[in-house]
């Protein structure tokens, strides 16, 4: 059998694989056709059973109702930006800088630091609920936005430093060595080599690190009343005490997750690269 | 006062000696070529000199002053990597000019610099390409033009050409000897390819296991190798080495073959013996031998023998009719026999 015929298999392991993979995307697309479908359907025909996909029971209205109640899901847009984008902000700028001092600085015992950081992601969020809500309402900061950044960055920032740590232990010692003997401190080598080279996976640890505050929900629920509501906690509150409107919380949930789906869209290259050489070593 | 001196210099890398006594001083304006294989500390030597390795113990001086507690800036030294190094979000321009620019030099100035230096290496068209849109001549021209920029005291190569090809590897050769003509500033080259440090170099430093085993000219090396090692590393073909003993008569016995000497050495001596190819002859005289193989390169043809004392390489001019198999006699240029004393087990 030649290399190239192993490497690509035949015509029974590729048509194996083009099954995986389309099993693999309709799994992973299906609840958000699911999603897609119910913001577009008639309440009654959504909660019939089975449900009545006839054309007839199409529909805008659940959107144009959304929109048009806009007051409550535009605040939670503003506010999941405001905190996605803040954390994202303050986990890449204190991110990157750590992670570089950890893969290429001689930090002792990095391996063990680390390690360390990533074991802090092996707690359970509600086993810290209750000692953090307390640390926020005593420093009066309930319902602000910030501070639920801020929160953010506790799950945000090992994830960062994670992956960018693992592009910078790859970065080709000799270009270091290079910017040293053309004059180059450890913070302009840092600024002016390894940043600009980083680009890739410092977008994929940002999409990463915003999707995961755009998406949260615990923390948001128990730290924010009204002003600070973001939009999983707006799309929630759809679900009324004595009837849920299916269909205006799927059109909210459709119109809440554009934006992600949108920087998914546009950073897809990066994104990838940056996961596939974070992942070199680590 | 030597430009750059090294003084009793070790680095080791937890249990590991990287390098053990080095001493070593190097001229002004001198060209100084570590040669030695994989492993035998040489890059780490010149890490060390350009003050991006630690010294664990001894000194290096430049022009005098001890420079063990300075920043590579500081030493004023330029380096071209292995693998270029150059920084791939970044234009050739840009590639030369950053060291510039680190210095705080104004625009203008770098501009000027920048493309003066690009004219020389052949690079003024290139200027605004990326290095991945360069050849692996080109790249490490640019990686040569960004120590020139610098106008440093002190140029380094760490094995520049080892990613070339051997055509381009030869002129890129040329090139660097030739600069070195032009500029005269003192260089340290690192390289494990005998023949690149013998065409390259003022003096080599052949290194093995952390230790200088011999510095001398190209010409001394050569001819006069120090130790067995230097002896069997430098030379293509290599030089084989067979196991004898000196007579009472001042000669050397390999099995019932006796070779005369035109040194003198202790009776009972072990000794192993050995001649560069180029100083066998084959004909009606010398010891006799069997044809193995036959070897033609073009300007020589290389022939490798089977006698009493084991292989036996012959360098011979030109294009050489000879059969496997073979019979016929070798007669050693007693002026060039180099005779090492065999280590007792």
Redesign the interface.
Known sequence: MSFARLQHGGPLRQTFIGLGLALFVLWSAAPVLWLVLSSLLEQKALIAQPPDLSFANFTFENFSTVIGAAAALGRGIVNSLIVALFSTALALALGAPAAYALARLSVPRADAISFLILATQMLPGIAIAIPLFIVISRLGLIDNVLSLGIVYLSFNLPIVIWILRGFFLGI?A??E????????GTF?TFW??VL??SLPPLSAAAVFAFVEAWNEFFFALILTRQQAQTVPLVIANFAGQYQTVFGQMMAAAVISVAPVILLAVLFRNQIIRGFADGMMKG | MPAIELKNVSKLFGPYTACEDVNLAIAEGEFVTLLGASGCGKTTTLNMVAGLEDVTSGDILMNGKRVNDLSPVERDVAMVFQNYALYPHMTVARNIGFTLKMRGLDPQEIKTRVEKVAAALELSTMLDRLPSQLSGGQQQRVAIGRALVREPKTFLFDEPFSNLDAGLRMKMRAEVKELHQRLGVTSIFVTHDQEEAMSISDRIAVMNLGRIEQLGTPEEIYAQPATRYVATFIGSPRIELAPGEITDAGSVKIGSITIPLSRRLKPGTKVELGIRPEHVRLGEAGIPATVRLVQPVGPSTHVTLDWEGGVLMASLPGFVRLSPGARTRAALDPDHLLIFERQQP
Do not use: Q, S
Request: proline share 12%; charged share 10%.
């Open positions: 080709p000799g270009i060595k290079a910017a040293a003997i053309d004059g180059a302009a002016h080599i600009p080279i």
